[in-house]
């Protein structure tokens, strides 16, 4: 239904998702919340297939924040073994997927890391789409390791204090390697970022939906997108420039 609405010259090269709402749907069918994160996991997959297929070339979910380190340790336990499962191989070369992950990996178990740094390194030159995601990621916790490498490049000599622009500390964030997200996705029913690309998300539009993450399926981000398209970005201009400027 909203698939043929949208204008496929005009597609986001960037969306980014804060996948919400995995527990409430599990307890919600009288489950544990890992039922909901198994769940989730599939909706993951399948919406990284949707928007390959629709040609978006880069989509970030955040996946585990800084903060979710104080959840049960049970729940921490079982989010880390189901991204360990995800991390598979085959799944990424099948639909020619480039992975990459985002996020304070010093606090990440050998064996997840081990895992992500194999799955980057062979996904690497992967072409049809780069899936980012964000784990034990907050911007608060890269801001942080951002201003240090930057003060270390000053106190080196590397870096005159001077020529420290915005550009400087774009480079310096995790995401370095890709655009800005164009639009934002959070699910669940919140309205807030909970400390998720709070630098790169400047200018994003963001789009919240009641819809647990395990129901998020392709439909749902076709319509998220033909909202996106609905909408005049000013950019601080005035809506005339902007119409003038097409
Ligand atoms: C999002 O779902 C997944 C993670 C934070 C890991 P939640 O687990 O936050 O689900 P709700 O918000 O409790 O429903
Ligand atoms: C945000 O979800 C983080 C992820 C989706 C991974 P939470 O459900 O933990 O967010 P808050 O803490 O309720 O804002
Ligand atoms: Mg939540």
Not at 139 to 147: I, K, N, R, Y
Not at 161 to 187: C, Q, S
Request: charged share 30%.
């Amino acid at each position: 239904m909203y698939k043929e609405k949208i204008d496929m010259s005009r597609l986001p090269k960037h969306i980014a998702f804060i996948m919400d709402g995995n527990g409430r749907w599990a307890q919600a069918r009288g489950q544990q919340r890992s039922f909901g994160h198994t769940a989730g996991a599939d909706t993951l997959h399948a919406v990284v297939r949707c928007a390959k297929n629709l040609g978006i070339p880069y989509v970030t979910f955040y996946a585990f924040s800084t903060e979710n380190w104080n959840r049960p340790k049970e729940e921490v336990n079982a989010l880390l073994k189901l991204m360990v499962k995800h991390l598979e191989e085959e799944l990424f070369m099948k639909d020619n997927v480039r992975f990459r992950l985002i996020g304070d990996i010093e606090r990440l178990p050998q064996d997840m890391l081990d895992s992500c740094n194999h799955l980057m390194e062979c996904t690497k030159n992967n072409t049809a789409i780069t899936m980012v995601v964000a784990f034990s990621y907050s911007t608060h916790w890269e801001m942080e390791q951002a201003v240090k490498q930057i003060a270390q490049e000053v106190k080196d000599g590397k870096l005159d204090v001077e020529d420290i622009t915005d550009k400087t500390i774009d480079e310096h964030m995790a995401t370095n390697f890709m655009p800005d997200p164009e639009l934002l996705i959070r699910t669940g029913g919140e309205q807030r970022l909970s400390n998720f690309l709070l630098w790169q998300t400047a200018y994003s539009e963001l789009y919240f939906t009641d819809t647990y993450w395990p129901d998020f399926d392709d439909e749902c981000l076709y319509k998220a997108i033909v909202d996106y398209q609905g909408r005049q970005r000013r950019f601080g201009k005035t809506g005339e420039q902007v119409a003038e400027e097409k």
